[in-house]
């Protein structure tokens, strides 16, 4: 499959749900298929 690639920034205040909706959105986007890759900041700076 030939995919153009996006990405979606959620930006907001700590603990405001971007970490879930992420999440939740991820899982719609794998269900149809497509790869998905969470890069979440807490994460990559440590």
């Given amino acids: ?3 153009s ?3 979606l920034w959620f930006t ?3 603990g ?3 970490t879930t909706i992420s999440q939740g959105v991820a899982f ?3 269900t149809r ?3 998905v890759e ?3 900041g807490d994460v990559v700076r440590t």
């Fill in 1 to 3: 499959m030939n995919y």
């Fill in 5 to 7: 690639g996006f990405t």
């Fill in 12 to 14: 907001g205040i700590s």
């Fill in 16 to 18: 405001a749900g971007k």
């Fill in 28 to 30: 719609h986007l794998k």
């Fill in 33 to 35: 298929g497509f790869p």
């Fill in 38 to 40: 969470i890069l979440d």
